[in-house]
């Protein structure tokens, strides 16, 4: 069994323009010690579909309509709000997309450690900064005795994050769920927290979920993916399946953006995929990707494609995916 087992999830926010799904019927799993890499554009519903595993959707305008999330075999959709505490930071983890909105500015980055160390063990002050200062020696900030009186303004963003992960790792989840962890950046300090998350998750046993719409961290990091589209998975498999031969467009589209990807070696530019990503109030007939793909054909422009099990458990939705591979 799986650490955590999501099904048909859908996630609704009610506004003004009508109700619109930014989750629609997703299913996926996390195996225990391994990290799944959740990937697409910014408003494919990546993010929202990580709160909802949180319970954090903000209600209202949001609501979890239908579906299932088991974690360790026990559902999560329905828990209260004090059920749902007593998992968050003990048994599942997170570190939020921007450090620097995620981290409270009026108060020290050691007290915030030791806010989440207290919140799921009864320990005195003195043994939350201890252990705080050891979270900070684990994640690699340098001086950590001094840095816990620190300020989150007076910190760079790589130790930002660094703080962000001691918070998530207070309590040792089981699952880490960490939302764009790279995100603004720059390319040395990125490496840096990749490398760190992939070495705790090592020495932790973790599971984690990584999301981000960075098909080369995944590459390095991710066991399996999960490709998301306009509120749906449009292809699942492992990250060698993925990498080797992708099923669907939208996937295919991603990996030529990849500056190391097969044919784009030596590019002085790289291929784009036109457009943006639809508004879910108003979303096509047919497939969501149409309006942006090279292969589209009239089927495209009727019906949905529906997400098909393939040979060696991979999946895709996509009406161009061979019917003599299809299993299920």
């Known amino acids: 069994m799986a650490l955590l087992e999501v099904r048909d999830l859908v996630v609704s926010f009610h506004t003004d323009a009508g109700v619109i799904r930014a989750v629609d019927g997703v299913s996926f799993d996390v195996p225990r010690g391994k990290t799944v890499g959740l990937v697409g554009e910014s408003g494919c519903g990546k993010s929202v579909t990580s709160l909802s595993i949180m319970g954090l959707v903000p209600s209202p305008p949001g609501r979890i309509e239908r579906g299932s999330m088991r974690f360790e075999g026990r559902e999560l959709v329905g828990l209260s709000e004090r059920e749902l505490r007593k998992l968050r930071g003990r048994k599942i983890g997170m570190i939020f997309q921007e450090p620097m909105t995620a981290l409270n500015p009026v108060?020290?980055?050691?007290?915030?450690?030791?806010?989440?160390?207290?919140?799921?063990?009864?320990?005195?002050?003195?043994?939350?900064?201890?252990?705080?200062?050891?979270?900070?020696?684990?994640?690699g900030i340098p001086a950590p005795a001094e840095r816990i009186e620190a300020y989150p303004h007076q910190l760079s963003g790589g130790m930002r994050q660094r703080v962000m992960i001691a918070i998530a790792l207070a309590s040792e989840p089981e699952l880490l769920i960490a939302d764009e962890p790279t995100t603004a950046l720059d390319v040395?300090?990125?490496?840096?927290?990749?490398?760190?998350?992939?070495?705790?998750?090592?020495?932790?046993?973790?599971?984690?979920?990584?999301i981000t719409h960075d098909l080369g961290v995944v590459a390095e990091h991710a066991h399996e993916v999960v490709v998301m589209y306009a509120g749906k998975v449009v292809e699942s498999a492992t990250a060698a399946q993925l990498f080797a031969a992708p099923q669907h467009p939208y996937t295919r589209g991603l990996l030529r953006s990849v500056p190391g990807y097969a044919a784009n070696i030596g590019q002085t530019r790289l291929p784009t995929i036109a457009g943006v990503v639809p508004d879910l109030a108003r979303l096509p007939v047919g497939c969501r990707f149409q309006e942006r793909c090279a292969e589209v054909h009239e089927r495209c422009k009727r019906e949905e494609p529906v997400l098909t099990v393939l040979s060696g458990g991979r999946a895709s939705a996509c009406h161009l995916v061979d019917k003599q591979e299809e299993v299920a």
């Open 107 to 139: 108060f020290t980055v050691g007290m915030q450690v030791m806010e989440a160390v207290r919140a799921h063990a009864k320990v005195s002050r003195a043994a939350a900064r201890a252990r705080a200062i050891e979270l900070f020696t684990r994640v």
């Open 188 to 210: 040395t300090i990125q490496a840096q927290i990749l490398d760190l998350l992939a070495s705790l998750q090592r020495d932790l046993g973790m599971s984690m979920l990584l």
